[in-house]
C-alpha cells in the first residue's frame, strides 16, 4: 500500500508538473480551457482521482479555477494593480479621480449590484466614526467584476445624521461620486488611513467571489477624514488576494 500511495503521489504531481509547464510557455494563454479529465486520464493512463489530485494541485496555486459543468481555466496572470496614494490622490477644487482608473489597463470593469441601505453601525465602525451605540449609518454595498470575474466586495458607511436626505442615499450619487458629495455637504476628505490584513474567507464571501477553496483574502478598511481629524466614511474592500498587486508609493 505503501508503493501504491509513493505511486499516486508521483503520478498526480507529474500530471500537474507538466499542465503547470505548458501553463507557464503559453500552451495554454490565460482564459484558456484545460484539457479536460477523461482526455487526461487517456493521455496519462491515469485514474480519475489521480487527474482530479493533479487539478486540484493547480487550483491551490492559484493558476486555474473552475466552471461548474464546463472545466478548468486558467486565471489571467496581469493581477489588479492598486495603487492607494495615486488612486486618492487629486485637486480637492475638482472632480476626484475614478477609483478604478489606475487599477486597470486594457480590462473591463463592471460592477453588477449595487445596495444602499439605512441600518445599525457595526460596532467597530461606529467607534471609528465616534458615534455612540446604537448608532445609524448609510451603508453602499457593491461588488465589482473585471472581465466578468468578481475580485472585489466592498461596503462603504456613513453617519446617517450627516448623509440623510443627500445623494449619498441614493445608488447613484451623481457626478464627481461620494466624495464630491461630502464636499457639498461641507465635509471634504482631507485625508485617508489604510488597515491591511489577509485572512481566509467566509462562505458567503468565497459564494460571492467564486473563489476556490484555499483562496485567502485581503482585506483594506479605509477611514476617510476631513482636515480637523473628523472621520466620515469608513469602507471596508475584500479582495480576491489572488487578483491583486498592492503599490505604494511615498517619499523617503
Not at 482530479?52 to 493547480?58: D, G, H, I, P, Y
Request: net charge positive.
Amino acid at each position: 500500500m505503501a508503493e501504491a500511495g509513493s505511486a499516486y503521489r508521483v503520478k498526480f504531481r507529474g500530471i500537474a508538473d507538466e499542465l503547470r509547464s505548458a501553463i507557464s510557455c503559453g500552451k495554454y494563454p490565460p482564459g484558456s480551457r484545460l484539457p479536460g479529465e477523461n482526455e487526461l486520464m487517456e493521455r496519462h493512463g491515469a485514474a480519475r482521482m489521480t487527474v482530479r489530485a493533479a487539478l486540484e494541485v493547480l487550483k491551490n496555486e492559484g493558476l486555474t479555477w473552475s466552471r461548474r459543468g464546463s472545466g478548468v481555466y486558467v486565471r489571467d496572470d496581469r493581477p489588479i494593480r492598486r495603487n492607494s496614494p495615486q488612486r486618492l490622490r487629486g485637486d480637492r477644487s475638482a472632480s476626484w479621480p475614478s477609483r478604478w482608473e489606475t487599477d486597470l489597463t486594457g480590462r473591463t470593469l463592471t460592477i453588477d449590484s449595487v445596495e444602499v441601505a439605512e441600518e445599525q453601525a457595526p460596532h467597530y465602525v461606529a467607534r471609528v466614526l465616534g458615534l455612540h451605540e446604537p448608532a445609524r449609518v448609510w451603508a453602499r454595498r457593491r461588488r465589482n467584476l473585471v472581465d466578468g470575474h468578481p475580485v472585489m466586495l466592498s461596503v462603504s458607511y456613513f453617519p446617517a445624521s450627516l448623509v440623510a436626505g443627500s445623494a449619498l442615499t441614493r445608488a447613484n450619487p451623481g457626478p464627481g461620486g461620494v466624495y464630491a458629495r461630502l464636499r457639498e455637504l461641507g465635509k471634504p476628505a482631507a485625508a485617508f488611513r489604510e488597515e491591511i490584513r489577509a485572512r481566509m474567507p467566509r462562505g458567503e464571501e468565497s459564494k460571492a467571489l467564486r473563489l476556490e477553496p484555499g483562496t485567502p483574502l485581503v482585506v483594506i478598511v479605509r477611514t476617510a477624514f476631513t482636515t480637523t481629524g473628523e472621520a466620515i466614511e469608513v469602507t471596508e474592500m475584500t479582495l480576491d488576494a489572488g487578483s491583486y498587486v498592492l503599490e505604494y508609493e511615498f517619499p523617503a
